[in-house]
């Protein structure tokens, strides 16, 4: 079974740039979660779909930072423009329901310079 | 509001010795908690997952104990080898199962051959 995949994998942009990163869940994933892990800490989650609806939104930057789910499936995050204080890796997961194992993708390297 | 906590942040340990990795976490309402793994560079690799009914799960040399009464985890890793050097993060998902994850920070763990 695939797992989830990311790209790009690394991406270095200056200050008030965009960017935007794309992830493909497990086959049949329902739930989809966008985290950010900002270095030597644990990951924030921030955003999460069901399907193609969004769940919990709470802690998206909404003013630079937004996200879509189409069709149920792949999703992206956009960041415009970004801060160097959005230096961070950013992980999708997904699971076949809330409150099942969730399954990491490798993440997203951003650097802001 | 929900604060998970790891202590040490980092261990370094002999190959061959048995270790305890703690996670404690401020509210006991919870629906499950999941320990990962994680890779310099790397996503996270989820190794166990304790529903809140559950006082442990295991899986070969990992045992994950649960007392959500005290707000704790412990991850137990019998006969260490080099490659389990790795960051361990627990991760608790609150007892209205959104499926939202809280983080601890990690321990960074290095198994010394």
């Known amino acids: 079974e695939a797992g989830v995949a990311q790209s790009p994998r690394y991406k270095i942009i200056e200050k008030r740039q965009s960017v935007a990163f794309w992830c493909n869940p497990i086959?049949?994933?329902?739930?989809l979660y966008w985290y950010q892990q900002i270095l030597g800490q644990g990951p924030k989650l921030l955003i999460q779909f069901q399907n193609n609806g969004v769940v919990d939104d709470s802690q998206l930057p909404k003013d630079r930072f937004s996200a879509e789910r189409l069709k149920g499936v792949d999703s992206t995050l956009k960041i415009q423009p970004a801060k160097l204080e959005d230096s961070a890796v950013y992980l999708c997961?997904?699971?076949?329901?809330?409150?099942?194992?969730?399954?990491f993708g490798p993440g997203t390297r951003l650097t802001v310079t | 509001k929900q604060e998970v906590t790891q202590i040490p942040a980092a261990l370094s340990v002999p190959e061959g010795e048995n270790l305890v990795l703690n996670c404690s976490f401020t509210d006991s309402a919870i629906y499950n908690l999941q320990w990962f793994r994680q890779d310099p560079g790397k996503g996270l690799t989820s190794l166990l997952l304790?529903?809140?009914?559950?006082r442990e799960q295991t899986s070969g040399r990992l045992n994950a104990s649960l007392d959500k009464s005290s707000g704790r985890s412990t991850l137990y890793i019998a006969a260490s080898q080099p490659g389990d050097s790795a960051t361990y993060l627990c991760?608790?998902?609150?007892?209205?199962?959104?499926?939202?994850?809280?983080f601890g920070q990690g321990t960074t763990l290095q198994v010394k051959p």
């Open positions: 086959s049949g994933h329902a739930t």
């Open positions: 997961a997904s699971t076949q329901e809330r409150g099942y194992e969730q399954y």
């Open positions: 991760a608790v998902n609150g007892s209205s199962n959104t499926g939202k994850l809280i």
């Open positions: 304790i529903q809140s009914s559950q």
